[in-house]
């Protein structure tokens, strides 16, 4: 949690204050609803969403992520719902959230299939989950430019077949992993494997 706390409370944001990519071009396939973002961080994606119309929740471990999260959306003159702790302890309403979207929304390998379970039981019959994160194949891209960042352990990355198993309730609508060329501030800077999932909960 502190190596967390220690990278958000500096001034620049980590991640840079535009949202991510994939995610905002998922999102203009959406009529703006319910949405959940998790371990949201510094809120980049939460307040582009937020601009977007969506009634926006998030969470995060990082009372700094918080804060950060919260001036920006400040500044962009919107609301986002930020709680700070762990899922089980949040009191989200279950069935309740359209979109719950996992940007980069990597945890140890022991706690993940939990985590997806439980993040799953938030989201709506006919919602969507939007993913992106380091894919399997990743530890060869960090090796030849550490600046592209990322879980630096095997377990800590996802495997299309892990990532089905642990959302095995939903229809899969895309589920990939490929190069994907990065530029986000002062992290994710450089070509790393990402994959992607979108699926919707039946």
Known sequence: MQRWEDRFQKEEYAYGIEPNKFLAQQLNHFKPG???FGAEGEGRNA???AKEGWNVSAFDISTEGKNKALKLAKS???HIDYRVGHLPDLKFKPNHF????????????EIRKKFHSIV???LKPGGRIIFEAFGEHHLK??????????PKDQASLFSKKEVQKDFKDFKVILLEEKPVALQESL???????VLRFIAEKL
């Open 120 to 122: 799953s039981t938030h």
């Open 76 to 78: 962009n003159q919107v």
């Open 187 to 193: 992290y994710h800077n450089g070509t790393g494997s």
């Open 47 to 49: 307040v582009y969403a």
């Open 34 to 36: 319910k949405i959940l």
């Open 141 to 150: 891209y960090l090796k030849e430019n550490p600046n592209v960042s990322g």
């Open 98 to 109: 359209d979109v719950i979207a996992l940007i980069y929304a990597h945890f140890p390998a």
